[in-house]
């Protein structure tokens, strides 16, 4: 069965930094998109960040330019969000997910999921 497991979640002071990363397992995604979105409790889930199959190119939700970074490693079959200056607005559970389009921006534009990991950023 595939999965996606993200790791890296936590609870940090604001303006500090934490990485998140996603390891799928079952098979390997270096042929698909990858991104990660964020889920507030009681909101809807959000785009945060995505990258092509070969890791060419980047998009970012304007919330989060400048400070989180993604990138992928194919050999390690890993992604990862680095993500710097963290604000308590960041908190929420972050997701990440694997898609066979080209740019997916959009939930159902996605294939596969993690369970999410638990950011926390505290004032």
């Known amino acids: 069965q595939v999965q996606l497991v993200e790791s890296g979640g936590g609870l940090v002071q604001a303006g500090g930094s934490l990485r998140l990363s996603c390891a799928p397992s079952?098979?390997?995604?270096?042929?698909?998109?990858m991104g990660w979105f964020r889920q507030a409790p009681g909101k809807q889930r959000d785009f945060v960040a995505t990258i092509k199959w070969n890791g060419g190119s980047t998009y970012y939700a304007d919330s989060v330019k400048g400070r989180f970074t993604i990138s992928r490693d194919n050999a390690k079959n890993t992604v990862y969000l680095q993500m710097n200056s963290l604000q308590p607005e960041d908190t929420a559970v972050y997701y990440c997910?694997?898609?066979?389009?080209?740019?997916?921006?959009?939930?159902?534009?996605?294939?596969?999921w993690g369970q999410g990991t638990q950011v926390t950023v505290s004032s």
């Open positions: 079952g098979r390997t995604f270096s042929s698909y998109a």
């Open positions: 997910g694997a898609s066979s389009l080209w740019v997916p921006l959009r939930t159902f534009e996605y294939d596969y």
